[in-house]
């Protein structure tokens, strides 16, 4: 809010500066102008709402929660360290003095939710039920409703794990549901035989560029365990930790498999010893238990909620705890995939090459990940040691337990879209053209599959001609022969202004 003169902060704002509250920064600054009318200032994705001055609710703390909730919406992380500073008195007395007031209510839910701490305030027996979370602003989990304050909680957790995903513009304009249909029409316009050959290839294409983000190159051994947990993820009811622990052994060296979650502090950064630069600092060990269990109970209760969005929460709220000493991302790309598939966002027995998708374009993958450790790193007191090992020297936990998932998601429904529009199609899309060039070729000349393969992808990775070097491996062919089966190389994989298949292929 720098270089706001003659405004004055209100509601979050308010609170943050006013009770020095270190905390997560909102999404949002709201402001009151001694003039002019209500107006709204974006910069660089951050929104300044100004109001003018009969919005005002002064420098009463409560009257800023009370506009904080109102129009700034619901900040988890905010509102429990305020709750924290204001203590149980001032919430108490305020409450009392609103017994039937629809926000009060509310301060009066979140207070208990948050602290765990029972104020000493009877049940209350009158007034309708009050839904915490604006269905219009926010997606919402299975409404439960809470008599002794006669409110309906539809967030997306419980206090040991609780992120919300605002429902912004570029989330308006997707649903699951599309992406859903966008892929079964996909399915239908191809022959079977296609489709089951497409299966293996973009199992074998989401395991393999899933480990080149890690910079990993696995042995075929760690590949196919990863396949089959790939290929049966819509069959698991549930996830759970043990299922977790089971993905995780999948993917790492069987002398890192973990039996349990990390007991170390872990932490990702560039450099050795103390040379080290630390871009992002997990969870404290100490922390992990409780907020892996808020995580799985936040999966069950996003139970209904837009696929995408389930996935998103779940995916990257995991690897942001980092449960795991090693495998993590790789656990969290299986966790899309399950999530999908179990959802039947994804056709049945095939699955979107995300991982393909995000190593085309790691720049972005990075800046999804960096939404969230930028605003957490400053507020973190860590220190290296000598062994290059980070120690956290202060609270941390709540940084990690109210996330804000709005850029995860919008960030994820890119990434599903593009890869059913691009990498899906054109797998599928190549194989077709594979059918239909080893039946023309087969016309042509009585040589077998596994030949005719070799020519064709020795035809593609010269450009549309057979290369010298590669001449002798056709030996038994006429000059002429050769000619006609480059054409229909050409013709079936190469495009007019490209002199390249629409992707690495095997045709083996």
Not at 102 to 123: G, H, K, N, V
Not at 136 to 151: A, M
């Amino acid at each position: 809010m720098k270089g706001n003169a003659g405004f004055k902060a209100a509601g979050y704002s308010f609170l943050i500066r006013n009770l020095g509250l270190e905390v997560v920064t909102h999404y949002r600054d709201s402001l009151i102008a001694s003039k002019g009318q209500r107006k709204t200032r974006v910069t660089d994705g951050h929104e300044e709402h100004i109001y003018p001055t009969q919005y005002d609710p002064g420098l009463d703390p409560m009257n800023n929660l009370i506009f904080a909730i109102k129009y700034d919406g619901i900040n988890l992380n905010i509102l429990k360290a305020a709750f924290k500073t204001l203590g149980p008195d001032v919430v108490t007395r305020y409450i009392k003095g609103h017994p039937v007031g629809r926000y009060a209510r509310m301060i009066w839910y979140l207070y208990e939710f948050l602290t765990e701490e029972r104020l000493s305030i009877p049940d209350a027996s009158v007034g309708n039920y009050v839904i915490l979370l604006d269905g219009d602003r926010y997606y919402t989990g299975l409404p439960v409703n809470s008599r002794r304050h006669r409110v309906t909680d539809n967030l997306l957790g419980g206090p040991d794990f609780c992120p919300v995903v605002r429902k912004t513009e570029v989330l308006a304009r997707s649903t699951s549901r599309d992406l859903k249909s966008l892929a079964a029409g996909i399915v239908s316009k191809y022959p079977e035989n296609v489709i089951r050959r497409a299966t293996q290839y973009l199992y074998t294409k989401e395991t393999r560029t899933s480990f080149e983000i890690e910079r990993e190159n696995p042995d075929l051994k760690r590949m196919t365990r990863f396949i089959e947990y790939l290929r049966r993820a819509r069959l698991y009811d549930r996830i759970d930790k043990a299922l977790l622990l089971d993905v995780q052994n999948s993917v790492v060296d069987e002398r890192f498999a973990a039996t349990d979650y990390r007991s170390t502090q872990n932490y990702v950064g560039r450099g050795l010893g103390m040379r080290t630069s630390v871009d992002y600092v997990s969870p404290i060990p100490s922390d992990i238990p409780a907020l892996m269990e808020g995580l799985l109970a936040s999966n069950k209760k996003m139970h209904g909620v837009d696929s995408v969005v389930h996935a998103a929460v779940i995916a990257f709220g995991f690897v942001y705890l980092h449960p795991f000493d090693d495998g993590n991302g790789r656990v969290h790309r299986y966790l899309i995939h399950h999530i999908l598939a179990s959802e039947g966002v994804t056709p049945e027995g095939l699955i979107f090459p995300v991982s393909a998708t995000m190593l085309s374009d790691m720049p972005s993958y990075d800046r999804c990940m960096e939404t969230f450790s930028r605003l957490i790193l400053p507020l973190i007191d860590f220190r290296l040691n000598e062994d290059g090992e980070v120690e956290v020297l202060n609270n941390t936990g709540d940084l990690y337990r109210y996330m804000d998932m709005t850029a995860a998601a919008e960030y994820l429904y890119a990434v599903t879209e593009k890869t059913i529009q691009s990498e899906f199609v054109d797998e599928i899309d190549f194989l077709s053209s594979c059918e239909v060039a080893l039946k023309q070729m087969s016309n042509e000349v009585d040589m077998s599959d596994r030949l005719i393969r070799t020519f064709i992808q020795c035809v593609i990775d010269n450009g549309g001609k057979l290369s010298k070097a590669k001449r002798k491996l056709f030996d038994m062919l006429t000059d002429q022969e050769i000619a006609t089966l480059e054409e229909i190389v050409r013709k079936n994989f190469l495009r007019q202004d490209e002199s390249q298949a629409p992707s690495e292929i095997s045709l083996g």
